[in-house]
């Protein structure tokens, strides 16, 4: 099985999951009798309850698949840190971003869309600077060790 198709697989099943944990999260917050797997805007488009939950699921997974394979912009080695970040943010913000309004999260309307931009770009800037925190933390730990290989 070649890398593309096991990351491909792996991050669909995390995004079910994901998708899966705050649908019931939400779910339990807001005292549902059943699962709502999205708005109740998202929902009401579909005939049935089920019919919602298998297309939210669907989308879960293509979002899952999003991260996934926009990680993979990390492995470019000939590229710097900064182009891969920034290549990594449009592509997840140009990719993620219709899905989540298809997802019904937000509705399509200008307000709404700068409202999320900030909410995506706040998270976005928190998990990258754990992200390079942890980094640095490793680089800092993999210099400690090889010196102290040299001192024996």
């Not at 990351?7 to 944990?21: E, K, Q």
């Not at 290549?87 to 989540?100: D, E, G």
């Not at 309307?109 to 992200?131: A, C, E, H, K, R």
Request: proline fraction near 3%; glycine fraction near 4%.
């Amino acid at each position: 099985m070649t890398k593309f198709i096991k990351t491909t697989l792996n991050s669909g099943v995390i995004g079910i999951a994901v998708g899966f944990m705050v649908a019931l999260f939400f779910s339990v917050a807001f005292n549902a009798n059943y699962l709502e797997p999205s708005s109740p805007m998202f929902n009401n488009q579909f005939h049935s309850p089920l019919t919602a939950t298998v297309v939210a699921a669907i989308l879960w997974m293509l979002m899952g698949i999003v991260f996934g394979i926009a990680s993979q912009i990390f492995t470019v080695e000939r590229w710097s840190i900064t182009r891969q970040t920034l290549t990594h943010f449009i592509v997840v913000f140009a990719l993620f971003t219709p899905l989540a309004i298809i997802a019904g999260w937000f509705p399509l309307d200008v307000l709404w869309l700068v409202y999320y931009t900030i909410i995506f770009v706040t998270i976005y800037l928190v998990m990258w600077f754990i992200s390079m925190l942890d980094a640095r933390q490793q680089i800092m730990s993999a210099n400690q060790s090889l010196k102290d290989s040299r001192k024996h």
